[in-house]
């Protein structure tokens, strides 16, 4: 793996963890009843995709990690590719749960539009990754 790889992978491991303490705050709120989770399906629904798009985005961006330098790309192709599959899951997951922070929010703000800024980016790095491989 390149240098640039391993610091990329060593940066996404350590954010498994905040996705652990994100999955053991949401059973918290619901163990606890707290007000503003369960009594708000928008709130408790894209909590959920959040913590879910998380989770798989970081692992997926890891296996992802080890075709980049495989790929027959230029070097500045390559990290593009690299940090648009790596930015999907940190934009998509921050849309989902910024989008409904405080408890009373029943339809998302504006900044709901991080998630599909996070699939496009995701999208155009995995296009450009497939067609390297080719």
């Not at 610091?7 to 705050?25: C, K, Q, R, W, Y």
């Not at 790596?86 to 989008?99: E, H, K, T, Y």
Request: avoid cysteine; glycine fraction near 14%.
């Amino acid at each position: 793996m390149s240098p640039s790889s391993l610091n990329t992978a060593g940066i996404l491991l350590i954010t498994v963890p905040a996705v652990a303490f994100g999955g053991v705050s949401l059973l918290g709120h619901i163990m606890r009843g707290i007000p503003g989770y369960l009594d708000n399906p928008v709130r408790r629904g894209l909590w959920r995709a959040g913590h879910a798009h998380a989770g798989v985005l970081v692992l997926f961006a890891l296996v992802a990690l080890l075709y980049i330098d495989q790929a027959d790309l230029s070097g500045g192709l390559k990290d593009l590719s690299r940090i648009l599959i790596v930015a999907a899951p940190i934009l998509m997951p921050l849309g989902f749960f910024l989008s409904v922070v405080r408890p009373s929010d029943t339809k998302p703000n504006r900044l709901i539009w991080l998630v599909p800024a996070g699939g496009v980016s995701l999208g155009a790095g995995t296009l450009l990754l497939g067609v390297g491989l080719l």
